[in-house]
């Protein structure tokens, strides 16, 4: 059982910061996870921002490269994603998540990531 609980979000003009933060609980803390930032605009799909292992491998999209920055603690208790350099198009309705299935394995089968957080609102204006 993974809990997810996001917060941080909020509203920016173009060109500025925010910085999303998501607590991680659960029974097993042996148990080693991909963890991820997805996010959903209005009228579109939810997307990928970005993966991390628990080796610290990350998987960016190619939108966000280079103004996103995801991070985690070593238990894999806190996950982060810095968000720098924000534009309008960055706004969605964004979502951590988390599975045991390795990363490589999220995009190829259907159902995973099993856990997901509640979500948090990201709007950026111009």
């Known amino acids: 059982q993974v809990q997810l609980v996001e917060s941080g979000g909020g509203s920016a003009q173009a060109g500025g910061s925010l910085r999303l933060t998501c607590v991680v609980s659960?029974?097993?803390?042996?148990?080693?996870?991909?963890m991820g930032w997805f996010r959903q605009a209005p009228g579109k799909e939810r997307e990928k921002v970005v993966l991390?292992?628990?080796?610290?491998?990350?998987d960016y999209a190619d939108s966000v490269k280079g103004r996103f920055t995801v991070s985690q603690d070593s238990a894999q208790s806190t996950l982060a994603l810095q968000m720098n350099s924000l534009r309008p198009e960055d706004t969605a309705t964004y979502y951590c998540?988390?599975?045991?299935?390795?990363?490589?394995?999220?995009?190829?089968?259907?159902?995973?990531?099993?856990?997901w957080g509640q979500g948090t609102q990201v709007t950026v204006s111009s």
């Open positions: 659960r029974i097993d803390r042996s148990t080693k996870l991909c």
């Open positions: 991390i292992d628990s080796a610290g491998i990350t």
């Open positions: 998540a988390a599975d045991a299935y390795r990363c490589s394995l999220w995009s190829r089968v259907s159902g995973i990531p099993r856990h």
